[in-house]
Nanobody, 126 residues
Framework: VQLQASEGGLVQPGGSLSLSCAAS?????????MGWFRQAPGKEREFVAT???????LYSDFAKGRFTISGDNAKKTTALRMNSLKPEDTAVYFC????????????????????WGQGTLVTVSS
């Protein structure tokens, strides 16, 4: 496994949860940018958040104001802090990494990412 995400879990609506992801030790991680996607049951995988090449955090509309991405490329880690969680946030969350050559307009596309973690389930329910 090249990208390893932390465990998700069960959270009540309105609660918070943080996910983290790290690249395997010894894995070359030069000029790559990490991001997060999610896939709800019966739905396609969708973009959550990432960083642009200039370091600007990019979010999907549903994540803006509630989710925060952080990362340290030198340490090959990224994290996703999720606040004010809703039942519709229930999904398997994936961390992923794309090459630095991917242009901004493609950075939200799952197809631009060539490294994927195993996915971790986040369930928002009372």
């Amino acid at each position: 496994v090249q990208l390893q995400a932390s465990e998700g879990g069960l959270v009540q609506p309105g609660g918070s949860l943080s996910l983290s992801c790290a690249a395997s030790a010894g894995f070359t991680f030069r000029n790559r940018f990490m991001g997060w996607f999610r896939q709800a049951p019966g739905k396609e995988r969708e973009f959550v958040a990432t960083f642009s090449r200039s370091g600007t955090a990019l979010y999907s509309d549903f994540a803006k104001g509630r989710f925060t991405i952080s990362g340290d490329n030198a340490k090959k880690t990224t994290a996703l802090r999720m606040n004010s969680l809703k039942p519709e946030d229930t999904a398997v969350y994936f961390c992923a990494a794309r090459p630095g050559s991917v242009i901004l307009s493609q950075s939200r596309a799952a197809s631009a990412y060539d490294l994927w973690g195993q996915g971790t389930l986040v369930t928002v329910s009372s």
